[in-house]
């Protein structure tokens, strides 16, 4: 057993993936001489050298869609984009390309690359470095979505996603990246296509992914000590959505309230609630929450900033009007 | 006229021929209603796609775009695969997913088929980028037109290729209508080789109609990119004789401009030219042509005996079927 921060499970994790497999390579924007803006890939250039640490121009549609064609050509690239953000500018990529070649050739071509970028807020970095876009790539076919909010899953997911023959795309919560925690030494690859119940418990289903699971898990502590026994599930994978686990769980607790860093409307919180309608009504003995994000582009000033994302209180707060709604 | 003798002479004549005749039915069937979605035809152009195709080889890989059945073609695709796909029919070389603008064939190592103007040009540089990390002297060409010009992707991707010296072909078939837009009027800057060599790469301007021409630079420039030397880029100057698709009544430009590029049909002067070197006499060119017209009966006639996916399959390679998932060896509360 290690102690790492979740920086270190992800470098670790790219040094195995390199170490591995000769196809694998790492491309971004100061990936290399820079070691990342979030110093996720420091070392790596030293250790495995330029041609498999490329440093990138900023230009990220052309980055994203020259992993697209190294990924056709018998490659395994990792596309680093710095933040959710800047992959706006290679949107085209990822949904016009990577999303559909296999599906518009039928099946003849499948595109094996890995994305990963920073996503969330709590930085104080406003509003275009700070958004949280994932449920939008959530919505597209083609694609896989991931967002590990554990050391394991930090350093798992990478390994699994490498390994899948479809494009996936890792959201990195840019608050995670100093967590640190006990992790095993012989840590290896994690499943990326199901959701897990991180707290069990038979009160409330309390469904939430990514930067804002600590903020659940300490939300459902201070449930606990009011006799509130909250189940928190980490989704892990956005797409595909594991129903099965959420719903499982619901049909035990009969409530739930999803949290959820996006905003709320055409989300991936909105997703979840019209689901569970299709899946689990006649289960709900009460309304389905959210507690989302402000529907404002996030603001520099820490107080600002700190009101518009889902905080402890708030997912409290909600927990305890859906439990206490008498179906 | 040329250094490879009568029998390739008319061997390109046959292929731009093939082209030609393909596309006159496909227009034709567009309006019997078998063909759907968008039609972009190719015919004026021929030339272009013929000529550059003669410096591959078959390890090559080629990008192209929506305007893609002349290269489709010349890459070697089968004639009747291609017809398929325009049907939309699960013989195609697409298996019907793609149609017109979607051609895609492994085999040929033809990567579409992209409708979204400029957006192969990324994928084109990364498969070039694979062969160097792979180091495989192959070459990979991306067609495209002068519209691209304008997008980002083309120069971050004429940047990203030459700074990392990949053995990318970039070959801009300039027609001079990006849609309905006049070059002069979507560039500050109408010569396009001067773009290109900004980037400090080779870039020359070729005679397009000339499908010799096109051959020989084309050649020329794709030894020295196969020699590791870095990119290159060609500006075939071209015209499209037909409407941007076929929604189209060409309200942007003259008739009469149409009518002196078409003086200067590939085809008819190509033919000219072998004709008077000796090479073919009318009847041998009709034959061939007759023979043409063959082939695209039988490539109908495959379309339309071809099948209909099942709708059973339509999610069919969104994701690739069933991949394993390692077992959880972390992760679970």
Known sequence: ?327 | MNPTGDEHGLRLLHKMLRIRRFEEKCAELYSAGKIRGFLHLYIGEESVAVGAMQALTRDDAVMATYREHGHALARGIPMDRLMAEMYGKHEGCSHGRGGSMHVFDATARFYGGHAIVGGGLPLAVGLALADVMQHRPRVTACFFGDGAVAEGEFHESMNLAALWKLPVLFLCENNLYAMGTRLERAQSQIDLALKARSYQMPAEPVDGMDVIAVEAATKRVAEAVRRGEGPAFLELRTYRFRAHSMFDPELYRDKAEVELWKQRDPIMTFTARLEERGVTTPEMVAALDASVADEVERAVQFAEAGTWEPVEHLLRDVYTPAVPQPARVNGAA
Not at chain 1, 22 to 37: H, I, K, Q, S, T
Not at chain 1, 100 to 113: A, D, K, N
Not at chain 1, 296 to 304: A, D, G, N, R, S
Not at chain 1, 319 to 327: D, I, L, M, T
């Open chain 1, 1 to 327: 057993m290690a102690t790492m921060t979740y920086r270190d499970a992800l470098r670790t994790a790219h040094r195995e993936a390199l170490a591995r497999d000769p196809r694998v390579f790492l491309m971004g924007e100061d990936v290399g001489n820079y070691g990342g803006a979030y110093a996720v890939s420091k070392g790596l250039l030293a250790e495995f050298g330029p041609e498999r640490i490329r440093d990138t121009p900023l230009s990220e549609s052309t980055f994203v869609g020259a992993g697209i064609g190294a990924a056709l050509g018998g490659m395994r690239p990792i596309v680093e984009v710095m933040t959710v953000n800047f992959s706006l500018l290679a949107l085209d990529q990822i949904v016009n390309n990577a999303a559909t070649i296999r599906h518009m050739s039928g099946g003849q071509f499948s595109v094996p690359l890995v994305i990963r970028m920073a996503t969330g807020a709590g930085r104080q970095l406003a509003a275009q470095h700070a958004h949280s876009l994932e449920g939008w790539y959530a919505h597209i076919p083609g694609i896989r979505i991931v967002a590990p909010a554990t050391l394991e899953d930090a350093r798992g997911m990478l390994w699994t996603a490498l390994e899948d023959p479809d494009p996936v795309l890792i959201f990195e919560h840019q608050a995670l990246y100093n967590m640190e925690g006990p992790i095993a030494d012989d840590a290896g690859p994690v499943d990326i296509d199901r959701a897990v119940v991180r707290r069990p418990g038979k009160d409330i289903s309390l469904i939430t992914y990514g930067g804002t699971l600590g903020k659940t898990l300490q939300a459902a502590d201070t449930l606990a000590r009011d006799g509130i026994d909250a189940e928190v599930i980490d989704l892990r994978s956005l797409r595909p959505l594991d129903m099965p686990t959420i719903v499982d769980s619901v049909k035990k607790t009969h409530r739930a309230v999803i949290v959820d860093e996006g905003w709320k409307s055409g989300s991936l919180s909105a997703e979840i609630v019209a689901r569970l309608v299709e899946q689990a009504f006649y289960d709900l003995d009460a309304p389905v929450a959210r507690v989302c994000t402000a529907e404002v582009p996030i603001p520099y000033p820490k107080h600002l900033e700190d009101a518009a994302l889902p905080q402890p209180p708030a997912i409290i707060a909600a927990a305890r009007e859906v439990v206490g709604h008498r179906g």
